[in-house]
């Protein structure tokens, strides 16, 4: 029974992290695009982790998110006065970005979708026992 357990509590790790995942595609904003070459510099860019790169590729497989830019250079902004400047070494990665797949699971759609379903096929299941109680209940002549 332990060993079901664990195994239970190490699926609900591994979805809270593809989930984890998909919120930090989400939280990305563009702040400005830098000339020339056309770099946009992100804000609240997702992290470089082994985690992050573990769900995201959980979530590709899934459908859930598509390669917006590959090979992109990233690096941190560093800003000198109103000026930004580019590091000199910027590292290539790429860059996802949410399908509505995605967005479903972050709001949870379909979640919501069986729960109305349920909710609807009790309410009929009830309205069809409460009709044939009436139609017994009835005087018969």
Do not use: C
Request: hydrophobic residues 45%; positive net charge.
């Amino acid at each position: 029974m332990l060993g079901v357990t664990n195994t239970m509590l190490k699926d609900f790790r591994r979805e809270r992290q593809v989930r984890r995942a998909l919120r930090a595609i989400a939280r990305q904003r563009v702040v400005l695009v830098l000339q020339p070459g056309n770099v946009p510099v992100v804000e609240r860019s997702p992290p470089n982790e082994e985690w992050f790169q573990l769900g995201v590729r959980t979530a590709q497989i899934r459908g859930w998110v598509e390669v917006l830019h590959e090979n992109l250079p990233t690096g941190t902004v560093q800003m000198k006065g109103n000026t930004p400047q580019l590091p000199g070494s910027m590292i290539p990665e790429t860059h996802y970005k949410l399908t509505e797949g995605g967005w479903a699971v972050l709001n949870r759609s379909h979640t919501w979708l069986l729960a109305t379903f349920f909710v609807s096929s009790v309410g009929l299941v009830v309205s069809a026992v409460s009709l044939v109680v009436a139609w017994l209940s009835m005087p018969r002549p």
